[in-house]
Nanobody, 119 residues
Framework: QVQLVESGGGLVQAGGSLRLSCVGS????????MSWYRQGPGKEREWVAS????????SYTDSVKGRFLISRDNAKNTLYLRMNSLTPEDTAVYYC????????????WGQGTQVTVFS
């Protein structure tokens, strides 16, 4: 059974930090590019960051550049998102996604983890 399970969310004061984890099972994340998305209250789901399959090259949405760091440990089948200098605007459910790199692959989503930032 293919699964992505996020963890590490919670309640944090503005200016604080959190590290999200996303563990894959039933498939190997090393075969996929990986991404984080988020959906804030009353908002559309938005892309946050992506990391390439093996090079580790990453990209970020402008609002998190310099504050968030996406990383992966393929040996542990785990994706991470380090979030620093959090603001209330970062409050959202955060989802990880396995992005297909070849047509035969399917995309996979995790169930999400809630991050709430209070001022």
């Amino acid at each position: 059974q293919v699964q992505l399970v996020e963890s590490g969310g919670g309640l944090v004061q503005a200016g604080g930090s959190l590290r999200l984890s996303c563990v894959g099972s039933g498939f190997t994340i090393s075969s996929y590019a990986m991404s984080w998305y988020r959906q804030g209250p009353g908002k559309e789901r938005e892309w946050v960051a992506s990391i390439r399959r093996t090079s580790g090259s990453a990209s970020y949405t402008d609002s998190v550049k310099g504050r968030f760091l996406i990383s992966r440990d393929n040996a542990k089948n785990t994706l991470y998102l380090r979030m620093n200098s959090l603001t209330p605007e970062d409050t959202a459910v955060y989802y990880c996604k396995a992005d297909p790199v070849v047509i035969e692959q399917s995309a996979y989503w995790g169930q999400g983890t809630q991050v709430t930032v209070f001022s």
